[in-house]
């Protein structure tokens, strides 16, 4: 139902839908990302005005690289949407925090987690590890113990806020 | 049944400033209100009257460092917080100890990962490690009752603050 309503109103965008345990995931193009996302929010059809999560995966050895997982939920409508947005290791990709301002920590977390770059954020700064951390752990190809794991640890090291 | 008793006709009670010291030491370590993770709750548990730390003399958590003898390091430290926990290990007023409770404090235990310290004694000098994970109350008041034997052997000017 939702599919028919976004192909009425922006045909062609989705390039691809999945329905998995009654939930919809459309992935959709780069170009008309955030024109879609404008319109899933404000149009009268749809008003998804709950951001509830933006996640990332990392499909590592696959192009492009990385996904998103924009989590929308709509209060008036009572349905739940996935958008996925397929990204590369150099794109950046813009902010959903003019839509949604609680796209902001999330954002973060995807940043500081796998390194992909959000355009127009208010404060993109790394939110879980610490502020002078080089690399981005969740990716697949960070070693998980971490770059100097035999070396005794040195806590000045850490430079915290 | 009490002292008095004993003490009824103006006796004195001789013995030597360390003892005494480290007697009154022993008996009143008052640890520092902060914990990291699941070892935290069987530290609380190990306050509450089942387990009753009070038995000890450390039933009074201290919640700011200035007044505090005992840092229970009582989880997983991460090493964005080691420059807190160090911070308030420097904020305690000598005498101070340190028991590193449970796996991850000792060890790292299970975290054998980018963002964990491999166990306390990397950034604060550790007296008592505790086993387990999460270590039993008994476990924890164990390494207390380890803490006051210890104490109970200290030399006055064997600590760090003691000029020599």
């Known amino acids: 139902m939702i599919v028919e309503k976004i192909n009425k109103s922006l045909p062609g965008l989705i390039e691809d839908q999945i329905w998995f345990r009654d939930e919809l995931q459309i992935y959709v193009k ?8 404008k319109h ?56 959903m925090t003019i839509f949604w301002k609680s796209a902001n920590w999330p954002e973060r977390e995807v940043y500081d987690l796998l390194g992909i770059k959000f355009s127009n954020h208010p404060d993109l700064r790394r939110i879980l590890t610490w502020d002078n951390f080089e690399g981005h ?16 640890f040195n806590p000045d090291s850490i430079k915290v806020y | 049944m009490g002292l008095e008793n004993y003490l009824k006709h103006e006796n ?25 993770a699941c070892c935290a709750l069987e530290m609380m548990a190990t306050s509450l ?16 460092p200035r007044q505090a003898d005992l840092m229970i390091v009582s989880g997983t430290l991460t090493k964005k917080m080691s420059v807190m926990v160090k911070r308030i290990y420097e904020q305690i007023p000598e005498p101070k100890w340190v028991i ?10 299970i975290f054998k990962s980018y963002s964990v310290v491999q166990g306390v004694d990397q950034i604060i000098p550790v007296d008592v490690y505790i086993p387990g994970c ?11 009752m ?10 006055l000017d064997s600590r760090p603050d003691v000029d020599e």
């Open chain 1, 30 to 37: 780069k170009e008309l990302f955030i024109s879609f996302m």
């Open chain 2, 49 to 64: 009257a089942s387990y009753d730390i009070a038995r000890f003399g450390s039933e009074v958590y201290r919640p700011s």
């Open chain 2, 12 to 36: 004195i009670l001789v013995t030597n400033i360390t003892d005494f010291v480290n007697w009154g030491r022993s008996n009143s370590i008052w640890p520092c209100t902060f914990g990291l």
């Open chain 1, 137 to 152: 752990p969740l990716r697949k190809d960070f070693p998980l113990q971490g770059p100097d794991f035999n070396e005794k």
């Open chain 2, 100 to 109: 590193a409770m449970g796996a991850c404090a000792s060890t790292g235990g």
């Open chain 1, 40 to 95: 899933l929010r404000y149009n009268e059809d749809f008003k998804f005005d709950l951001l509830l999560d933006v996640a990332g995966i990392d499909r590592f050895s696959i192009k492009p690289r990385f996904e998103l997982v924009y989590i929308l939920y709509s209060l008036e409508y009572n349905m739940r949407l996935i958008v996925k947005l397929k990204v590369d290791i150099s794109d950046i990709v813009p902010s």
């Open chain 2, 146 to 155: 380890k803490l006051q034997a210890k104490i109970k052997t200290e030399k």
């Open chain 2, 134 to 144: 999460p270590p039993r109350p008994e476990a924890l008041l164990a390494a207390l």
